[in-house]
């Protein structure tokens, strides 16, 4: 199994940058792609970004292509998600998740950090 915590959360004016990371917590970190997604006010949870356990493949949502970028750091057990040029529509509750594979079912879940961006 795998415990993750995200951290990294807060408030920031648009166009401004903040630095997601899940700490991961078991010896088998580095066997799971992980992804990040997120959830907004009265919106269902959508895909944000996906890394392969290596870190040689990336997904993104075409909304955050350019301006996010994920990245992993196996020896620290912790997953990363940069995010620049944030617009007041990335406002939201954001998971991290782990999977057996980059296209499986996620089956661990943060318990999310709030992201909130001011116009």
């Known amino acids: 199994q795998v415990q993750l915590v995200e951290s990294g959360g807060g408030l920031v004016q648009a166009g401004g940058s903040l630095r997601l990371s899940c700490a991961a917590s078991?010896?088998?970190?580095?066997?799971?792609?992980m992804g990040w997604f997120r959830q907004a006010p009265g919106k269902e949870r959508e895909f944000v970004a996906a890394?392969?356990?290596?870190?040689?493949?990336?997904y993104y949502a075409d909304s955050v292509k350019g301006r996010f970028t994920i990245s992993r750091d196996n020896a620290k057990n912790t997953v990363y998600l940069q995010m620049n040029s944030l617009k007041p529509e990335d406002t939201a509750v954001y998971y991290c998740?782990?999977?057996?594979?980059?296209?499986?079912?996620?089956?661990?879940w943060g318990q999310g950090t709030q992201v909130t961006v001011s116009s």
């Open positions: 078991g010896r088998t970190f580095s066997s799971y792609a």
């Open positions: 998740a782990a999977a057996t594979t980059i296209q499986g079912s996620y089956n661990y």
């Open positions: 890394i392969s356990w290596s870190g040689g493949t990336t």
